[in-house]
Structure formats: C-alpha cells, structure tokens
C-alpha cells in the first residue's frame, strides 16, 4: 500500500508538466501549456480571429477619435449679420454635442486599454478569461457609443430640417459648416459602433471553439 | 489508484458545469420575459401620447402627438422591433435552457442581442435628446422649450423612455450571461 501511494504521488505532478503526451484537462490555467498536434486547425482558426480582432480594434480606435476630434473643432462663425442674434456655433453650445464629444473620447480611451488583451489573445489563443472580459467590456462600450450617436443624430436631423410643429428652426440653412462636420462626426461613430458589433462576434464565435 | 481517483473528479466536474450553465439559461429567460414588458410598455406609452390644448395660443399648432417628431416614431418603431425579437428568440432561450450544452446557437444569440441592443439604445438615446432639448430649449439655437406649454405629453414621453432604459441593461445582462455560458468549459 505505502509504495503504491508513493508511487501516485510521484506520478501526478510529472503527467501534469510532461511536453508532448501531457493533457491539458486535469488543470485549467489561463495560460495554457503547449497544444495537442489534433488542435491545430482550431489553434490556427483562432489565432486567425484574434488577428482580426486586433485590427479591427486599431478601426474603432481610428474612427471613434476622429469621431470625437471632428464634433470638438467644429465651429463657424458667420462673417455677416443675421436675424439671430448669435452668429458663430460651437459644439458645446449644444449639451449633446459636449455628451458626443466626451462619450466618443471615453471609447477611444477604453479601446487604446483594451489593445493589450487583445494582444494577449493573439499570443495566446486558448485563453478564455481575456476573452470572456473583452466580450463584456465591449457591448458596454457599445452601449455607451450607440447612446452618443444616436443622441448626436437625432440633434443633427433636427438642425438639418427643423420642426414645423414645435416652431424649432433649421440652423443648418445658416450654419453649413458646422452642420457638415457635425454630421460627419456622427457616422464616424456609428461606423464605430458596427466595428464593435463585428468585434462582439469574433469574441463569441472564439470562445465558441475552446474545448 | 490515481486513475480512480481522477475518474471521479472529472465525474464531478462534469455533472456541476451543465447545472451552472442551466441556471444561466433560465435566468436568461427570465430577464427576456421582463425587457419584452419594458420595451412593449415603453412603445405603448409613447405611442398612445397626445395632447391637445384646449385654447389658443402664439403657436399655430396646439396639438402634440409622438408623430410630430420624427426621432419619436423612430423610438416607438425600434422598441416594437426589439420587442417582437425578443418575443421571437424566446423558443431558442427555452431551448438554452433544455440542451445547456448547445454553443453555435449562443453564438447566435449573442450577436442578435448585440444588434437588436445597439437599435434600442439609438432609438432610445435619439428620444432622450429631444426630450431633453423640449424640456431646456436652447438660446443659441432659439429652439423653444415646448415643455412649458404641452406638459403631461412631456410627462408621458418621459416616462416611456425609462421602461427602454431597463430593457437596454437587461439586454447587457442578457449578453454577459451568454458570454459567461460560452466560456464555460466542457
């Protein structure tokens, strides 16, 4: 009896380090150990999609600060004067394009910190747990940068065609400048927010085929 | 000896991920159940919202309905949208909860939930600026706060936009758990 257990507990930590016969099931560490010859194909498949994902991670960052960047230097001022009594518009005159502004920086922001897990991702691609918090951290971002836009479009329609029943004026009659850059910030960042859509797939579609 | 012993934790071990994963699915259900109700009342109650002043004043219009303002009718069309998915993805979160096992089809799940969230939370957002905009106005733009004339239509669209902000968190909720369910492994 004594030498049979010593002979187990000699045993269970080499199989648990061996190289190439060793399984992976008996512990599941965040960073794996090497990979069987049969997970190839998958090993490759993900590391392929967590490629992607960097990139398209680099699109959203580009996108959301040229976003952010185009609202906060859209300002005109007319050289003439006109019935108003102000002349020259700016994006904080209007508290939803200082909203804009921010929220897009604060995704910009957030994007640049999640690089690094998604690098992880790349070097490692059996990971689950960068994953799982890369899955989470982005439909938030994706719900903070859906809000922005949305709040931005529907002020930027509303200067662009005004309403007849509630006596609100077009302001982009005199205004073109800063209507076109303000419009233009705005799919800036509804581009961003399909990118995170496909990011959330890659996400899922990766956890999807750990074993 | 040290082959029993592993047989029985990996038998353990494979009897707790399924239970986890099923308790992850049925509460899925249930917030389903509960953002189907904040999004249909949200669209109900901005949907059925006018007023109509009973005098005369230094607007031509003395009537408000959620149809005067385009990003309203937006609203009132996403959430019955988002509303009627979820009332159709309720046969595959059943079906999550009776095969907990089942992967590609979470992956579907959670991408139309990412999807059908970021409609929600346009829609939502676009109302919530112009609600925001009827109730300040703004100098700069002479765009006058309507508010003070038209208040219980102000008070009801108000009140529509917070049944489709709970139904924009559940949805993130409702995404976590399929993230946490993915990564559970087998």
């Known amino acids: 009896m004594k030498t049979g257990?010593?002979?187990?507990?000699?045993?269970?930590?080499?199989?648990?380090?061996?190289?190439?016969?060793?399984?992976?099931?008996s512990t599941t560490p965040l960073l794996a150990a090497p990979v069987p010859v049969t997970d190839r194909g998958t090993h490759r498949m993900k590391r392929g999609l967590s490629i992607f994902d960097f990139v398209l991670r680099i699109g959203v960052l580009a996108s959301a600060l040229a976003a952010a960047a185009t609202m906060g230097t859209s300002d005109q001022t007319l050289p003439f004067f006109t019935q108003f009594f102000q002349f020259e518009a700016?994006?904080?005159?209007?508290?939803?394009?200082?909203?804009?502004?921010?929220?897009?920086?604060?995704?910009?922001?957030?994007?640049?910190?999640?690089?690094?897990?998604?690098?992880?991702?790349?070097?490692?691609?059996?990971?689950?747990?960068?994953r799982v918090l890369l899955l989470i951290l982005d439909s938030v971002a994706l719900t903070l940068n859906t809000a922005a836009a949305g709040a931005a479009a529907a002020v930027v329609s509303l200067a662009h065609s005004g309403n007849s029943s509630t006596n609100w004026l077009a302001v982009c009659n005199q205004f073109g400048d800063f209507c076109q850059q303000a419009s233009g910030a705005v799919v800036g960042s509804f581009a961003a927010v399909l990118l995170f859509l496909l990011l959330i797939l890659f996400s899922a579609l990766s956890l999807k085929n750990s074993h | 000896m040290k082959a029993v012993a592993s047989d029985s934790s990996e038998l353990k071990s494979s009897k707790l991920k399924p239970?986890?994963?099923?308790?992850?699915?049925?509460?899925?259900?249930?917030?389903?159940?509960?953002?189907?109700?904040?999004?249909?009342?949200?669209?109900?109650?901005?949907?059925?919202?006018?007023?109509?002043l009973p005098f005369a004043t230094q607007f031509i219009q003395f009537r408000a309905e959620y149809n005067d303002l385009p990003m309203f009718t937006f609203f009132v069309v996403a959430c019955a949208i988002v509303s009627g998915y979820l009332v159709l993805s309720l046969p595959l979160s059943i079906f999550h909860i009776?095969?907990?096992?089942?992967?590609?089809?979470?992956?579907?799940?959670?991408?139309?939930d990412a999807g059908m969230m970021a409609l929600l939370t346009s829609g939502?957002?676009?109302?919530?600026?112009?609600?925001?905009?009827?109730?300040?106005?703004?100098?700069?733009?002479?765009?006058?706060?309507?508010?003070?004339?038209?208040?219980?239509?102000?008070?009801?669209?108000?009140?529509?936009?917070?049944?489709?902000?709970?139904?924009?968190?559940?949805?993130?909720?409702?995404?976590?758990?399929?993230?946490?369910?993915?990564?559970?492994?087998?």
């Open chain 1, 90 to 130: 700016s994006y904080d005159d209007l508290p939803t394009f200082q909203f804009f502004v921010v929220a897009m920086a604060v995704v910009a922001g957030y994007v640049v910190l999640s690089i690094p897990f998604s690098i992880v991702c790349i070097i490692r691609p059996h990971a689950a747990g960068p």
């Open chain 2, 98 to 112: 009776l095969r907990s096992r089942a992967r590609a089809t979470r992956v579907v799940l959670v991408f139309l």
């Open chain 2, 124 to 186: 939502a957002s676009a109302a919530a600026a112009i609600v925001y905009l009827a109730h300040k106005g703004n100098g700069k733009t002479n765009w006058l706060a309507i508010c003070q004339q038209f208040n219980s239509f102000c008070e009801r669209t108000s009140g529509s936009l917070i049944g489709s902000f709970v139904a924009i968190v559940l949805l993130m909720i409702m995404i976590f758990l399929s993230g946490a369910a993915l990564s559970r492994r087998h």
């Open chain 2, 19 to 52: 239970g986890v994963n099923r308790g992850l699915s049925i509460f899925d259900f249930i917030l389903r159940l509960a953002a189907i109700v904040g999004a249909l009342g949200s669209a109900i109650a901005m949907g059925t919202t006018t007023q109509t």
């Open chain 1, 5 to 25: 257990e010593s002979t187990s507990i000699d045993i269970a930590p080499e199989t648990n380090n061996s190289g190439p016969i060793g399984k992976k099931k």
